[in-house]
C-alpha cells in the first residue's frame, strides 16, 4: 500500500474524539492535513477542514456554511445566519464598545488580586471565579444568582439542562430588561444571556489555565514578561493561537461547496478546524512555537466575519489582566505537583486544564 493510500485510510477511520487522539489532537491532524486540507470522516460522518485559508473562507462565507448547530446553544445571535443576525449584533455590540467594557476590565484587575490565596487551583479558584464575576457584572447577576448558576452547572454535565437552567435564572440579570427595552422578545433575551454567559465564562477559564501552564513550562518567557509586561497581550495571542478553547466549530453545508479541492455535499456536517488552521505551516513559520512577536496572519480562535466574537476586545483585555496579576502579584508562583502529572479533560472538540495547583508564595 502506498503512502497516499495509507493516509487515506487513515482519515477514513480516525475518531478524533478517542480519549488518546482527543489528549493530543495536533499530531492526528497533521497527517489529515497531509491528505489534504479538507477531508471526510467517515467515523463522524463529516467533513473536516484544517487549512487556514479554507477554514477562513468558511468563517467568511456564511451563506455557503450555516452556525445552525450551535441553535442549542443560542439560536438569536451565534446560530442565526443574516439577516437576523445583523439586527440582534448591532444590540449586542453596544455592550462590548470601549466605553462600556472599560469598568469590566477595571474590575478584572481587581478581583484578580482578590482571588489571589498562598495555594490554590489555577481553574477552581482563580480563572473561573474571575470568568464567572466579570461575566456577572457584564450581565447584571447579583451573588446569589451566580450561585443559582453554579449549582445547576454542578448538577449536571450536560448542556441541555445547564441551558435550560440558565434560561430560567436569566430575567434576574439587568440585561434581561435593557435588552427587552431595546424590542428584543423573551425568547430572545433569555437565548442572547445564555450564550453570553457560556461565552464569557467557559472559553476564558479555559485559556487562563492554559497561559498558566504556559508560563510554567517556559522559565524564559516567564522572566522575559516579568521584565517587560507591556509583552503580555503578544504572549495571549500566542496562546489564543495554538490554544484555542473550541479546537473546531460545527457548521452545516448550506449548499453543494467546492472547497480545498474535495465537494463538500449540500446538508453535510463541517468541522472548521481552528486548531490546525492555527498551526497552519503554511501560514505560520515554525508553527508550534510560542512566539509573542510572531509575525503574519491573524489567529481564527475569535472567528472572522460576520461570527467573529463579539467580546473579543473584553476577553483579551481579561486574559492579560489574569496573566500580569500573576507575575506581578505572585511571583514566585509554582507547580505544587510535577507538570506531567497535571490533570486534564478531552474531547473531540476541546481539550482543557481540569486541576491545576499553585503555591503562589504568598502568605
Given at each position: 500500500m502506498n503512502l497516499l493510500a495509507r493516509i487515506f485510510r487513515k482519515t477514513n477511520a480516525i475518531d478524533l474524539g478517542a480519549p488518546a487522539v482527543a489528549r493530543d489532537p495536533f499530531p492526528h491532524y497533521e497527517a489529515l492535513r497531509r491528505a489534504g486540507s479538507v477531508q471526510y470522516l467517515a467515523h463522524h460522518h463529516a467533513w473536516i477542514v484544517l487549512g487556514y485559508d479554507d477554514v477562513h473562507f468558511a468563517l467568511t462565507h456564511p451563506s455557503l456554511f450555516s452556525n445552525r448547530p450551535y441553535a442549542e446553544v443560542d439560536a438569536v445571535l451565534l446560530?442565526?445566519?443574516?439577516?437576523?443576525?445583523?439586527?440582534?449584533?448591532?444590540?449586542?455590540?453596544?455592550?462590548?464598545?470601549?466605553?462600556?467594557?472599560?469598568?469590566?476590565?477595571?474590575?478584572?484587575?481587581?478581583?484578580?488580586?482578590?482571588?489571589?490565596?498562598?495555594?490554590?487551583?489555577?481553574?477552581?479558584?482563580?480563572?473561573?471565579?474571575?470568568?464567572?464575576?466579570?461575566?456577572?457584572?457584564l450581565l447584571g447577576f447579583d451573588d446569589a444568582a451566580v450561585e443559582a448558576i453554579r449549582a445547576a452547572h454542578a448538577a449536571t454535565p450536560e448542556l441541555a439542562p445547564y441551558t435550560r437552567a440558565l434560561d430560567r435564572i436569566a430575567e434576574r440579570a439587568a440585561m434581561y430588561g435593557r435588552l427587552r427595552a431595546d424590542g428584543l422578545g423573551d425568547a430572545e433575551v433569555r437565548s442572547l444571556i445564555r450564550l453570553l454567559w457560556l461565552a464569557a465564562t467557559t472559553t476564558t477559564e479555559r485559556v487562563i489555565a492554559r497561559c498558566v501552564l504556559r508560563l510554567l513550562q517556559h522559565e524564559d518567557m516567564r522572566r522575559t514578561l516579568e521584565r517587560d509586561p507591556a509583552l503580555i497581550p503578544g504572549f495571549v495571542e500566542e496562546v489564543l493561537r495554538l490554544?484555542?478553547?473550541?479546537?473546531?466549530?460545527?457548521?452545516?453545508?448550506?449548499?453543494?461547496?467546492?472547497?480545498?479541492?474535495?465537494?463538500?455535499?449540500?446538508?453535510?456536517?463541517?468541522?472548521l478546524c481552528v486548531a490546525a488552521a492555527n498551526r497552519d505551516p503554511a501560514k505560520f513559520e515554525n508553527a508550534p512555537a510560542l512566539l509573542i512577536d510572531r509575525a503574519g496572519p491573524r489567529h481564527l480562535t475569535f472567528g472572522f466575519g460576520i461570527h467573529h466574537c463579539v467580546g473579543a476586545a473584553l476577553g483579551r483585555r481579561e486574559l492579560a489582566t489574569a496573566v500580569r496579576t500573576l507575575l506581578t502579584r505572585a511571583p514566585r508562583f509554582r507547580a505544587v505537583t510535577p507538570l506531567a502529572d497535571i490533570v486534564f479533560w478531552s474531547t473531540m472538540t476541546a481539550n482543557a486544564i481540569e486541576r491545576l495547583v499553585l503555591d503562589t508564595g504568598r502568605s
Open positions: 446560530a442565526a445566519d443574516p439577516p437576523a443576525h445583523t439586527a440582534s449584533r448591532r444590540i449586542i455590540a453596544r455592550y462590548f464598545a470601549p466605553d462600556a467594557i472599560e469598568p469590566l476590565c477595571a474590575f478584572a484587575e481587581e478581583h484578580a488580586v482578590s482571588l489571589l490565596r498562598p495555594e490554590m487551583d489555577v481553574v477552581r479558584d482563580y480563572s473561573l471565579p474571575l470568568s464567572e464575576a466579570v461575566a456577572a457584572r490554544h484555542p478553547p473550541e479546537l473546531m466549530v460545527p457548521r452545516i453545508a448550506a449548499e453543494e461547496v467546492p472547497l480545498g479541492g474535495r465537494t463538500i455535499p449540500a446538508g453535510a456536517a463541517v468541522y
